[in-house]
Antibody, heavy 115, light 113 residues
Framework: EVQLVESGGGLVQPGGSLRLSCASS????????MSWVRQAPGKGLEWVAN????????DYVDSVKGRFTISRDNARNSLYLQMSSLRAEDTAVYYC????????WGPGTLVTVSS | DVVMTQSPLSLPVTLGQPASISCRSS???????????LNWFQQRPGQSPRRLLY???NRDSGVPDRFSGSGSGTDFTLRISRVEAEDVGVYYC??????????FGQGTKLEIK
């Protein structure tokens, strides 16, 4: 059974940084693209970033380019999202999702950017 | 970026009756490889999203056959043949043909009348 578990969310001040992690199990992590998708409170879904199997290809939505960095550690079956220069509008539940077409999702971790 | 527009945004349905959600894209979703990367997701209250259909009409494992998808080019439809109580939630279409970024529709909230 595919399992994805995000962690690392919390309250951070505007301008601050946070690193999200996604631990995976139940599938061969190293052969799948992985994505981060976020959902602001009471709002819809927004794709944030994805990364290919070996980490050589990374793409981002324009609103996070230069501030967020997606990475992965295939030896640890883990996906990461380093977030810096955080803004109030980055407040959201952040989900990691398996595959290029978002086959499976984790339960999410809440990031709140507020002073 | 490709804009995805869903309608209706709110869908009250009587149990056992059919339901239909429309999704339109601002440009054709036919990829150069011939596939159309249009997916549908369901988000039940308090849960994370779950993919229902991929490449327009392919049901994911465990998805009841009362869910079906159709469409081509820029017009797509999610149909539920007979709505059950467990179908309550928000439904999103998402295009993965022209990326980055992947883009989602605004979501359609299905509720029981």
């Amino acid at each position: 059974e595919v399992q994805l578990v995000e962690s690392g969310g919390g309250l951070v001040q505007p301008g601050g940084s946070l690193r999200l992690s996604c631990a995976s199990s139940g599938f061969s992590f190293s052969i799948f693209w992985m994505s981060w998708v976020r959902q602001a409170p009471g709002k819809g879904l927004e794709w944030v970033a994805n990364i290919n199997e070996d980490g050589s290809v990374k793409d981002y939505v324009d609103s996070v380019k230069g501030r967020f960095t997606i990475s992965r550690d295939n030896a640890r079956n883990s996906l990461y999202l380093q977030m810096s220069s955080l803004r109030a509008e980055d407040t959201a539940v952040y989900y990691c999702a398996k595959g290029q077409w978002l086959d499976d999702w984790g339960p999410g971790t809440l990031v709140t950017v507020s002073s | 970026d490709v804009v995805m527009t869903q309608s209706p945004l709110s869908l009250p349905v009587t149990l056992g009756q059919p339901a239909s959600i429309s999704c339109r894209s601002s440009q054709s979703l036919v990829h150069s490889d011939g596939n159309t990367y249009l997916n549908w997701f369901q988000q039940r209250p308090g849960q994370s999203p779950r993919r229902l259909l991929y490449v327009v009409s392919n049901r994911d494992s465990g998805v009841p056959d009362r869910f079906s998808g159709s469409g081509s080019g820029t017009d797509f439809t999610l149909r539920i043949s007979r709505v059950e109580a467990e179908d309550v939630g928000v439904y999103y279409c998402m295009q993965a043909t022209h990326w980055p970024p992947y883009t989602f529709g605004q979501g359609t909230k299905l509720e029981i009348k």
